[in-house]
């Protein structure tokens, strides 16, 4: 018998606009890249709100600065380790909608959930309201702590954190009203 190497899923390949990628920095970009090769590890075809906030909270140190002390960003990144040994299981192969995505919205071509286009546009449009040209890692977590029904936020709050202060707390910091 010939031993094959292990099936990797097939994730879509990515898509992205053009424009939307001008928008992000390069620090922002690198964190989608993450959250896309957390994807795929987990088993999902889809980058989800939980992803990105695992990334971002990994690699941006303005974004850990949002949360309030060092014990509730360790129990967000408790549940965010969970997820791939338990806790996450029921999302896995379901796509994550949580109905902020306007009708007809499908990010699936782009490899990203419609929760996660609705969050990707937003922390763009919160930039731009800002007076900057490209979206930082604050203006993701803005966006994704202000998706009530998306999976960032089912696992702020089971961590303790709540989405609405933590995004006023973002808008208070200097330079992110």
Do not use: K
């Amino acid at each position: 018998m010939q031993n094959r190497p292990p099936r990797i899923p097939q994730q879509p390949a990515p898509n992205h606009r053009a424009e939307l990628d001008a928008r992000l920095t390069d620090e922002l970009a690198a964190v989608v890249t993450s959250a896309r090769r957390r994807a795929l590890r987990d088993g999902d075809r889809q980058i989800d709100t939980a992803h990105l906030l695992h990334s971002l909270i990994e690699s941006d140190p303005a974004v850990r600065t949002a949360f309030d002390g060092g014990p509730q960003l360790a129990r967000v990144l408790g549940y965010l380790v969970q997820r791939s040994i338990g806790y996450g299981l029921r999302w896995q192969g379901s796509v994550e909608n949580s109905g902020a995505a306007p009708p007809g919205a499908d990010a699936g071509a782009e490899g990203w959930s419609p929760s996660v286009a609705t969050a990707m546009a937003g922390a763009s449009r919160r930039a731009r309201a800002c007076g900057r040209e490209q979206a930082g890692g604050l203006d993701l977590l803005a966006a994704l702590a202000a998706d009530r029904g998306s999976r960032a936020v089912e696992v702020l709050e089971r961590a303790g954190v709540d989405a609405v202060l933590l995004a006023d707390r973002i808008v208070e910091m200097p330079g992110r009203g």
